[in-house]
């Protein structure tokens, strides 16, 4: 056998670990590695390529982007909501802010509907007010519009003005 870190023909070699990588070398070449550190080396080696390459299969394979048939969105009337779940409980805009760690303010522009919350937010105010605000809507798809549709195009309406 040939030794991997100086190439003499041996007789016999062993496996070692030098430098994170497990060499089979002969006994001249064996004060470069650690031996002791072999089998654990090695299987955590195993392992981690057999990740890499099941996480790599998961990247290759292809995505239908087109399956997704609902979506969850904030409802429409958000304000009306978060304003008359704080007012059943008949707290001030100062408590409720309070009771979410949020500014007076940021609690005004939601019940005007000044501003639209994001999803951690949305949680807090949920989870306070014991309210929903976010619901799920069907994606509506639009139709695919064929190659020689008779749409009325902007060369058609240059074309109309000039006659």
């Known amino acids: 056998m040939i030794c991997e870190l100086c190439g003499k023909e041996m007789e016999r070699t062993t496996p070692i670990l030098i ?12 004060k470069f590695g650690d031996a002791s550190k072999i089998g654990k080396k090695e299987v955590a080696t195993k392992s981690a390529i057999v990740e890499r390459l099941e996480q790599r299969q998961r990247r290759m394979q292809p995505k239908d982007v087109y399956v997704e048939e609902e979506t969850i969105e904030l409802v429409l009337d958000y304000p009306r909501l978060i304003k008359e779940a704080r007012m059943a409980r008949d707290w001030k805009q100062e408590t409720l802010a309070a009771k979410i760690n949020e500014k007076t303010s940021v609690i005004n522009k939601l019940e005007r509907g000044d501003m639209r919350p994001d999803d951690l937010l949305v949680k807090k105010l949920e989870n306070e007010l014991g309210i929903t605000l976010k619901e799920k809507v069907p994606v509506i798809k639009s139709e695919s519009k064929a190659a020689g549709s008779k749409e009325l195009t902007l060369g058609d309406l240059i074309k109309m003005k000039k006659e």
């Open 19 to 30: 430098e994170g990588t497990v060499l089979r070398v002969c006994k001249e070449c064996m």
